[in-house]
């Protein structure tokens, strides 16, 4: 089955640098990578998702890459902001049937002032 | 606009007891699922629904049980609660496992100690 890998686990910047988290997935059959921010004492909330016919998605300051034939996608978060600090998890899915969201075991931001 | 909605947010079992955890969605959805979620391991998927009427097994079904009650309605129940089932709990939904893909929504959780 899909097996998703995320790195780093945890990641410290400065207020106003790049964030960059990194995903392999195994499945080449997998065709849709969103990824999530979990708030402290939350539930997991989309934050962006690219599909495997596009290579690249931007939303103001956070963008996702998509490699499908390294099998891997990351998520950019630029000038990065305080409130950005949260766990972020990327997951992978083939869609039909069986394409439940298979999760990498998420990435701690901090972000300091 | 309440999208997915679990109670209890909180509890606390003694080993041996049984509890169920009920999750509704305003939205909808299709698909609704059961997730649990552990220091370094991530969401593990425990069971989901892919549609009302039908119920499968995900990563790490052993202990658990699940009601599709209708198309709003999936609860969790736990038979013989052991401290190894101490964990957040998390419901989520989606419009549909079988249309093209779509992100999840997640409720709020519910953080459950077995002592």
């Known amino acids: 089955g899909e097996n998703v890998e995320q790195h780093p686990s945890t990641l410290s910047v400065q207020e106003g640098d790049s964030a960059v988290i990194k995903c392999t997935y195994s499945?080449?059959?997998?065709?849709?990578f969103p990824w999530y921010k979990q708030e402290l004492g939350k539930g997991p909330q989309l934050i962006i998702d690219i599909r495997s016919n596009v290579g690249e998605k931007k939303d103001q300051r956070i963008a996702v890459t998509l490699n499908k034939t390294a099998k891997h996608f990351s998520l950019h978060i630029t000038e990065t902001q305080p409130e950005d600090s949260a766990v972020y998890f990327c997951a992978a899915s083939k869609g039909g049937s069986q394409g439940n969201l298979i999760f990498g075991k998420g990435t701690k931001l901090s972000v300091k002032p | 606009n309440a999208g997915v909605t679990q109670t209890p947010k909180f509890q606390v079992l003694k080993t041996g007891q049984s509890m169920t955890l009920q999750c509704a969605q305003d939205?909808?959805?299709?698909?609704m699922y059961w997730y649990r979620q552990d220091p370094g391991m991530g969401l593990r998927l425990i069971y989901y629904?892919?549609?009302?009427?039908?119920?499968d097994k995900g990563e790490v079904p052993n202990g658990y049980n699940v009601s599709r009650l209708n198309k709003r309605e999936f609860s969790l129940r736990l038979e013989s609660a052991a401290p190894s089932q101490t964990s957040v709990y998390f419901c989520a939904s989606s419009p549909g496992a079988l249309r093209a893909n779509y992100g999840y929504t997640f409720g709020s959780g519910t953080r459950l100690t077995v002592v």
């Open positions: 939205m909808n959805h299709n698909s």
């Open positions: 629904s892919a549609s009302e009427g039908t119920t």
């Open positions: 499945d080449s059959a997998s065709n849709y």
